[in-house]
């Protein structure tokens, strides 16, 4: 069931973190409750949402939601810091960029290879943003780019990008400061395939408690 592939993948996730001494902090749960509630705009408008759409109450909400994100956080943060795997994100992109220069469309290479799942199959558009929205690594490397020019592999949080320079639509009126672009993506860490790895080799026991039965 839900429940139990659920229960079972927080049991993996804490495991982990706990042999390699990955901790959320109630700092960092308290910072990420404040954030939250001014994106609600207010602590009431926060736990009506929570109760109407969880059941939940707020403790209930930090402990289920906001203390795994986190987790999952740290522990992406510390495979990024993983040399191994950094290495391996490197040799990858390096690959993809040299194919693009080597004649590959970027579109194709996209659809091939990018890990954004989001937009692959959209030939890696990103859409049209302000400038501000994406992180600032990503923006200054677009922004040294000509209209359809590729950057070369460009690094930030989310791993390790090309990017691809677009035109803005004609559709609609936009602003000059707007930006519009595409990326293929390869991450230094995948959460979801490692999590589903894991599991692979786990091994889970599931244990009933049948009712009495009277004699």
Do not use: C
């Not at 229960?7 to 960092?28: C, G, H």
């Not at 040399?83 to 990858?92: L, Y």
């Amino acid at each position: 069931t839900a429940v139990a592939d659920r229960m079972v993948a927080e049991a993996i996730v804490l495991d982990f973190a706990n042999r390699n001494s990955i901790t959320v902090s109630q700092q960092m749960i308290d910072d990420e409750e404040a954030q939250i509630v001014q994106d609600f705009g207010s602590v009431a408008e926060l736990e009506t949402f929570i109760k109407q759409n969880y059941n939940w109450n707020l403790n209930q909400f930090k402990d289920k939601v906001i203390g795994p994100y986190l987790r999952r956080q740290q522990i992406e943060a510390w495979f990024q810091q993983n040399s191994s795997a950094q290495e391996a994100a490197v040799d990858s992109i390096n690959k993809i960029y040299n194919e693009i220069k080597n004649g590959l469309a970027f579109e194709e290479a996209a659809k091939k290879y990018s890990q954004d799942e989001t937009n692959a199959l959209y030939d890696g558009y990103l859409g049209v943003f302000e400038k501000g929205v994406m992180v600032p690594e990503f923006e200054q490397a677009l922004l040294a780019l000509d209209l359809g020019e590729i950057s070369p592999p460009v690094q930030t949080i989310f791993g390790w990008h090309i990017i691809k320079r677009e035109s803005l639509p004609t559709d609609q009126e936009y602003k000059e400061s707007d930006l519009a672009a595409s990326h293929i993506l390869i991450k230094v860490f995948d959460f979801d395939k490692w999590l589903q790895e894991e599991k692979g080799k786990s091994k889970v026991w599931m244990f009933i408690k049948l009712p009495k039965v009277e004699n």
